[in-house]
């Protein structure tokens, strides 16, 4: 399968400060892709280059077009969905207004897409007229998924989506994105603490460290390996 | 009793009036931070220009329509060209160049038109109306800020753009990643914030009479009611510019010389910031470092 987005020899920057030294990462199209890590070694910063929100040079190619000097609007209208840390929902507006949002760069109505997200997500249904501030974390972050899916993306970028969560939320919030990613056909780049959940789901795995790729592979020989096992699954 | 009325009535005429320049100013502030100091100004040099169409004999309404769309486009041209490059400069620096503004519209406005007091009509016909309770001048500008505050609440609740426009003032980074483009939602912003503005200038003109000094003291009373509102609330801003009409009215007639009313506005603000620094309607503003 090509992949449908491809880093190679990326360097990202904030300000002087040199926060990734030329990493190659891919995700095949359908595929799910997840980047293991310590806090601080540059997972966040990596999503981050993909979308233009930090400066960064190398090469960035997403479904064939080189996606630098573009800006994160441009690559969202290409695409691109990121759910990005701490999860962005606008909290002053309604949760049918932030999924009216995601649907911005899409040309007609948003209704169909909207009554599709209501079906993987009940909850918001429910909250459809109360302020995104209102929810719990667990529906915020429901949201936050829903409205990047809203721009019907060929990449859903997710940034810690288990982060705060309570562990039967984090089960169900994976379960529905395992289902999206099947029903929608939607490729998925992941940054997540939570490796083990993690590797179970996806089929391409990266271990990153201080701004390199220290080890890579299919998930499973990545699960499979003793060192890996023994500093990020725990056992 | 009747007088006391009166003067509530003639208040909520000139508080309409603070309520629409100091929507215009919150308006920006949300947006991007920034108290836009011109904004008086800005309303200002719009006003001479109706003065100019209506002294060229074009009907008021035509004049005025014509106005706000040339209002409009210079405050989008004003944000492009001047505050643009300073978006990302620290907020003084951002804050100079309002200033900065402010000059120079004053200037330019004493320069093509004089610092003569210049006339300017009234759309309304100036008649007591309910027993001399209030005139209809009052309640022509009462309207037409109402038109124009429903207008406004229409656009930002029911079309896309409005939406996308709030989603932008909130959450730029997350906007962006839902392929709005935040420096255009800036410069629409600007552009209504200078029409807004000007609805303000032509209804203030009749009452104090055109100078390129009028809007000195309105946006002082604008700023207090955008700050007793709340600084951050559209809603608080125009309750906030008709509390301060109302208030200036009532304590010029009965308290203090009215030449003294802009005292009022600066207790005002003293008040607000010791006692309710968040104003009626803000939300404390929580920085993350």
């Not at chain 1, 799910?32 to 233009?52: E, I």
């Not at chain 1, 056909?185 to 996806?202: G, H, M, T």
Request: charged share 15%; proline share 4%; aromatic share 8%.
């Amino acid at each position: 399968m090509a992949p449908i987005l491809q880093l190679h020899a990326v360097k990202a920057f904030y300000g002087a400060f040199e926060a990734l030294h030329g990493i190659d990462v891919e995700v095949e199209d359908g595929g799910m892709t997840v980047l293991l890590g310590a806090n601080g070694a540059g997972k966040t910063t990596t999503l981050r280059a993909v979308c233009g929100m930090v400066r960064s040079e190398g090469d960035i190619v997403f479904a064939g077009e080189a996606l630098q000097r573009r800006s994160t609007e441009q690559i969202a209208a290409m695409g691109v969905a990121h759910v990005p840390e701490g999860r962005g929902t606008f909290v002053g507006l309604t949760v049918e207004e932030n999924l009216r949002l995601g649907a911005y760069s899409r040309a007609g109505k948003p209704h169909d897409a909207m009554t599709r997200m209501y079906g993987y997500f009940p909850i918001l249904a429910d909250r459809r007229r109360q302020q995104a501030g209102a929810l719990s974390g667990g529906e915020q972050q429901m949201l936050a998924i829903a409205r990047a899916l809203m721009m019907a993306p060929r990449l859903l970028v997710l940034d810690e989506p288990s982060f705060g969560l309570a562990p039967r939320v984090v089960e169900a919030i994976f379960a529905i994105i395992d289902r999206i990613r099947r029903e929608q056909r939607v490729s998925v780049l992941l940054v997540e603490q939570n490796a083990s959940l993690a590797l179970e789901l996806a089929d391409q795995a990266y271990l990153i460290e201080t701004g390199y790729v220290v080890a890579s592979g299919s998930a499973k020989a990545l699960s499979d390996d003793p060192q890996i096992r023994r500093s990020y699954l725990g056992y | 009793m009747h007088l006391f009325l009166q003067q509530v009535f003639s208040g909520l005429a000139s508080g309409a009036i603070y309520a629409s320049l100091a929507l215009a100013l919150v308006m920006i502030y949300r947006a991007t931070d920034l108290v836009n100091f011109a904004q008086g100004e800005m309303a200002m040099f719009s006003t001479y220009i109706a003065w100019m169409l209506v002294n060229a004999a074009v009907p008021f309404w035509a004049a005025f329509a014509l106005t706000l769309v040339i209002s409009f486009i210079g405050g989008m041209i004003i944000e492009r060209v001047v505050i643009r490059p300073v978006e990302n400069a620290p907020v003084l620096a951002a804050v100079v160049v309002t200033i900065g503004l402010l000059l120079i519209f004053n200037a330019l406005a004493g320069w093509l038109f004089t610092y003569t007091l210049q006339e300017f009509p009234s759309p309304f016909p100036d008649r007591p109306l309910f027993g001399a309770l209030l005139t209809s001048r009052d309640l022509g500008v009462i309207a037409v800020t109402l038109v124009m505050l429903a207008l406004l609440f229409v656009f930002f609740r029911f079309t896309t753009i409005g939406l996308a426009m709030r989603a932008a003032a909130q959450n730029p980074a997350s906007a962006r990643l839902c392929g709005i483009r935040v420096g255009r939602m800036l410069t629409i912003g600007w552009g209504l914030a200078a029409a807004i503005g000007a609805t303000a200038g032509i209804m203030v003109a009749p009452i104090l009479f055109l100078d390129p000094n009028m809007m000195g003291g309105v946006l002082l009373y604008a700023f207090t009611g955008a700050l007793l509102g709340g600084i951050t609330s559209p809603v608080g801003a125009v309750i906030g510019g008709l509390i301060v009409g109302v208030t200036e009215n009532l304590v010029g007639t009965y308290l203090i010389a009215s030449q003294l009313k802009l005292t009022v506005a600066l207790i005002l603000i003293v008040i607000v910031l010791v006692f309710r620094p968040n104003g009626l309607f803000g939300t404390a503003i929580v920085r993350r470092v």
